[in-house]
T-cell receptor, first 110, second 115 residues
Framework: TQLLEQSPQFLSIQEGENLTVYCNSS?????LQWYRQEPGEGPVLLVT?????EVKKLKRLTFQFGDARKDSSLHITAAQPGDTGLYLC??????????FGPGTRLSVLP | NAGVTQTPKFQVLKTGQSMTLQCAQD?????MSWYRQDPGMGLRLIHY???????DQGEVPNGYNVSRSTTEDFPLRLLSAAPSQTSVYFC??????????????FGSGTQLSVL
C-alpha cells in the first residue's frame, strides 16, 4: 500500500491570511485528489490533479501536483471561516481503491 | 438527490454485541466501499465491492463482514464488537472514469462507540 503524509497536522489562522498545506509520498501517483470534510459529514471532493506540474484553481484555492507526481499542495488565499475543516489528500491504490492521508485540520478564526 | 445514505448516525454497543451499518446509494454506481476514520490515521479501507455479488477485503477487514445483493445496498456487519472498533465509519460509492477520473461520494458517517 502506498502511503500519503500531510503537513501540518493542525493549522489555526486568522481570517484573511494565506496558507499552504502539503501532501507527500515516496511513491509516484497517477493522480491525487483533495477532499474537504466538515464536522459530522463525509469528505467532499474538491479537485483531482492528474498531470505532473499541473495547477488547478477553485476560487481562492490553488492546487498543484508536483513534477514527479509524488506530492501536491493546496494554497488558500485570504482564508475565510467557511474554509474551516479537515483537508484530506487521496491517491489511487490498487484496483479502484484509494489511499488517504491523515489530513490537515484547518481552523480559520473570524 | 439523496446520494449515499448511511444509518444509523450514532450507535453505542457493548463488547460482544453485533450490529449492521446500513448504506444505500441511488446513483447506480457499481463500486462501493467502507472506510473507518480514526484520529491521525485518515480513512482506512475495510471492504469493497465492484458490483452485486462481488466483495473483497481492504486494509483492515478483521471483525467485519459485508455482502452486496443489489447495486444499491452495501451493509457492513460487526460480528462481535470490540472497543478497538470504536470509530467513525463511512460508506462511499465511486463514479468511474470520465475526463476528471474517478470520484468518491461519501455518506455522512456512523459514529460508533464500543464500551
Amino acid at each position: 500500500t502506498q502511503l500519503l503524509e500531510q503537513s501540518p497536522q493542525f493549522l489555526s489562522i486568522q481570517e484573511g491570511e494565506n496558507l499552504t498545506v502539503y501532501c507527500n509520498s515516496s511513491s509516484v501517483f497517477s493522480s491525487l485528489q483533495w477532499y474537504r470534510q466538515e464536522p459530522g459529514e463525509g469528505p467532499v471532493l474538491l479537485v483531482t490533479v492528474v498531470t505532473g506540474g499541473e495547477v488547478k484553481k477553485l476560487k481562492r484555492l490553488t492546487f498543484q501536483f508536483g513534477d514527479a507526481r509524488k506530492d501536491s499542495s493546496l494554497h488558500i488565499t485570504a482564508a475565510q471561516p467557511g474554509d474551516t475543516g479537515l483537508y484530506l489528500c487521496a491517491g489511487p491504490n490498487y484496483g479502484q481503491n484509494f489511499v488517504f492521508g491523515p489530513g490537515t485540520r484547518l481552523s480559520v478564526l473570524p | 438527490n439523496a446520494g449515499v445514505t448511511q444509518t444509523p448516525k450514532f450507535q453505542v454497543l457493548k463488547t460482544g454485541q453485533s450490529m449492521t451499518l446500513q448504506c444505500a446509494q441511488d446513483m447506480n454506481h457499481e463500486y462501493m466501499s467502507w472506510y473507518r476514520q480514526d484520529p491521525g490515521m485518515g480513512l482506512r479501507l475495510i471492504h469493497y465491492s465492484v458490483g452485486a455479488g462481488i466483495t473483497d477485503q481492504g486494509e483492515v477487514p478483521n471483525g467485519y463482514n459485508v455482502s452486496r445483493s443489489t447495486t444499491e445496498d452495501f451493509p457492513l456487519r460487526l460480528l462481535s464488537a470490540a472497543p478497538s472498533q470504536t470509530s467513525v465509519y463511512f460508506c462511499a460509492s465511486t463514479r468511474q472514469g470520465g475526463g476528471s477520473g474517478e470520484k468518491l461520494f461519501f455518506g455522512s458517517g456512523t459514529q460508533l462507540s464500543v464500551l
